[in-house]
């Protein structure tokens, strides 16, 4: 059974119109993740959540937001996509302080028109 | 320096071969080291962690040598299905986990 889920797995937008991409998990982890995978290239993060907490990496865009109502659930949301950000987007947990591995869920892979 | 750097390859190998891959990392207080298996077009999945001691699974063998800063991955006898990305992933501080850029392993019959 999937315990990260991330849904839609393919997503088409267009050019500026603001997209939602959403992740949620069985696992009751502390920290979730987003990463950015463009090809041949490793996943970059782009922010985490240890609870509530949001750590936002330097480089990231302010293009890009995120929003984690609740442990389960964490959505990123780009603001204004351009084709540039056509990428697959991997979301991630983990259990918070420990030396676990990340848990990924399957991608969504975003295109832009 | 990057702070977790990989060899990108590719390593063309034949069927049954025995490959090697390093990956050094740069922060001396990194806790913990994994070895993650990327298919194209897929998520990473988590292959195996390393351990102090090292630690094997099947025909994998993982190694961490803190003194150099730097963990291995041996894959013994390999298969066709042993194609893929392997990614190094650290973590340095916190939950703070850096990816290598990947070693493309390619198998041939």
């Known amino acids: 059974d999937a315990m990260v889920i991330q849904n839609p797995r393919y997503q088409v937008t267009q050019f500026g119109k603001p997209v939602t991409l959403s992740c949620s998990q069985t696992?009751?982890?502390?920290?979730m993740y987003w990463y950015q995978q463009k090809s041949s290239q490793a996943p970059k993060l782009l922010f985490h959540?240890?609870?509530?907490?949001?750590?936002n990496e330097a480089d990231t865009p302010d293009n890009f937001q995120s929003r984690r109502p609740n442990t389960s659930f964490c959505f990123l949301d780009i603001r204004s996509p351009g084709l540039g950000d056509a990428a697959m987007y991997l979301c991630?947990?983990?259990?918070?302080?420990?030396?676990?591995?990340?848990?990924f869920g399957d991608g969504t892979r975003l295109s832009i028109l | 320096r990057k702070e977790v750097e990989q060899d990108p390859g590719p390593f063309n190998v034949p069927e049954g071969a025995t490959v090697a891959f390093n990956c050094t990392y740069s922060?001396?207080?990194?806790?913990?080291f994994f070895w993650y298996r990327q298919d194209c077009r897929k998520e990473p999945k988590l292959l195996m962690s390393?351990?102090?001691s090292g630690n094997e699974d099947g025909r994998f063998t993982a190694q961490l040598n803190r003194a150099s800063q730097y963990i291995s991955l041996l894959i013994r006898d390999s298969k066709l299905s042993d194609s893929a990305t392997y990614l190094c992933?650290?973590?340095?501080?916190?939950?703070?986990?850096?990816f290598g850029g990947g070693t493309r392993l390619m198998v041939k019959p």
């Open positions: 991630a947990t983990r259990p918070g302080g420990s030396n676990q591995p990340q848990h």
């Open positions: 696992l009751n982890h502390n920290v």
């Open positions: 959540y240890y609870d509530k907490d949001f750590n």
């Open positions: 922060n001396s207080a990194s806790q913990s």
């Open positions: 390393v351990y102090s």
């Open positions: 992933v650290v973590n340095q501080a916190g939950n703070m986990l850096t």
